[in-house]
C-alpha cells in the first residue's frame, strides 16, 4: 500500500478531532504460535500488519502531531521470532515520520495527558463478565490517575471515513471477490457426494492460497443438507449425501478487505423440484433488491422488501399462510456493510452514498425438509447507482447445472 494511503486516512481524521483531543490506536497483541490477525482500525490508519504497536495523534493548540510506537528489538530473541519492525521500515510502510519504542508510550503519553481533555481510542466492546480489551487495560492508568481525561470510543469518529471506500480499496475488495469466485468454480467442477464439507472448504483454501491470499475473511461456511438452514454453521465435518443442496458462505481476505459470497449447488447434476422452487424464488429477491441500490436509499429499505417480497414467494407455494409467518424461514437482515471486516462499520439505517460496499443476502430455511438457500452478492454503490462486483460468480440455475452435468460426467 502506497503510504500516502494511510497518511490521507489520518489527515482526515485529524479534521474530525476537536482542540487538546487525542486519538490512541492499538495494534492487536501477539499471540504465541498463531496466525496474526491486525486490528482493523489500526490496518486503516497505519497499513501495518505487525502487533503490539501503538498510534498515538493528538491535537493540542490546533497542532496537530503524530508518533507510531514500536517495539524495541531483541538480538538474543530473533532466532525464534524474527526481527522486529525497524524505523525505516515503519516510517516506510505507514509514512509516520516520528516513531518511538513502545517502552517510551507511558513517559510521553504523561507528558501530554495534562494538556488533554479527551481520547479517542479502539476500545471494543467489553463484557462485564470478561476482561477488559487489551485498549482499556492499556488505558487503565489514565483513568485512574487523569480523571479530568474522557475516553472514548473510536467508531464515532471512523466509521464515516471508513464507510466511503476509496480506489485502491475497492481493487482489494474485488480481487477478494475474485479469487474467493474461482474457488467456487473449483468446488463446483469438483464436488461429489461421499465427500466431506471440510474437503469442499479445502478446495477454496488451496485457490486462495495458491493466488497468494492466506487468510480468510471470516469462517467459511460449507453447508450441506439441514446443515444449510443454521445460519452460522461452522463445523464443517459433515458426509455430503445423494441428493443434497450445498449452501457455500465463504470469503478470501485481501490485505485486510474480505469478500462475502454465498452460493447454493446440488450435489447431483440438477436441482430436484422442490431445490429448484425455493432456490427461485430466492435469487428473485436478490436480482430485485440488487435494482434498487442507489444513493440516498435507506439500507432498511432493502430488508423491508426483502420480507414482504420473500413473503409473497413463499405464500405463493403455500409454505406460509398469512405474511407474518415469514419470520419462521427467514431471520436475518439482507445487507451489511463490507470491509476492513466482514460485517464492517455502519448501522442498518445508514442512508447509502457513493463508495460503499454492501453485501445482498435473501435465505430461506426449512429444517424440517434439510433445506436452506442464501445467495449472496457484494454491491458497490456509485454515483449513478451501483455495480455488482460478484456478478462474474455464477447464480442462475441454467449455468451451475450445466457446470454441474459436465463435473459429473467426466
Known sequence: MDPEITRRRREKLSERLGDNESVIVFAKPERSLEKFSQDS??????????????????????????????????????????????????????????????????????????????????????????????????????????????????????????????????????????ITGLGIMDILHTAKAGMMEYELEATLFYRMQVNGLQQWGFAPIIATGINAATLHYEKNNCLIQPGDLVLMDVGASCNGYSADITRCFPIEQKFSARQAEIYNIVLDVNKRIIELIKPGLELAVLNNNTVEWLAEGLLSIGLINSRDEIRKYYMHSVSHFLGLETHDVGGREALLVPGNVITVEPGIYIPEERLGVRIEDDVLVTENGHKVLSCGIPKEIPEIESIRKEALQK
Open 41 to 178: 482500525n489500526f490496518l486503516y490508519l497505519t497499513g501495518i500488519n505487525e502487533p503490539e504497536l501503538i498510534y498515538l495523534a493528538a491535537k493540542v493548540g490546533s497542532r496537530w502531531n503524530e508518533v507510531l510506537f514500536i517495539e524495541r528489538g531483541n538480538p538474543e530473541r530473533v532466532v525464534w521470532e524474527g526481527a522486529k519492525l525497524s524505523i525505516g521500515e515503519a516510517k516506510e510502510i505507514s509514512g509516520i515520520q516520528q516513531i518511538r519504542y513502545k517502552d517510551e508510550f507511558y513517559p510521553y503519553l504523561s507528558g501530554i495527558c495534562p494538556q488533554l481533555c479527551r481520547i479517542y481510542s479502539n476500545l471494543g466492546y467489553p463484557m462485564l463478565n470478561k476482561p477488559a480489551t487489551y485498549p482499556l487495560f492499556m488505558l487503565q492508568p489514565i483513568r485512574e490517575k487523569c480523571p479530568h481525561i474522557e475516553i472514548g470510543d473510536l467508531s464515532d469518529l471512523i466509521t464515516p471515513l471508513r464507510l466511503v471506500k476509496d480506489e485502491w480499496e475497492i481493487q482489494q475488495l474485488q480481487r477478494a471477490i475474485d
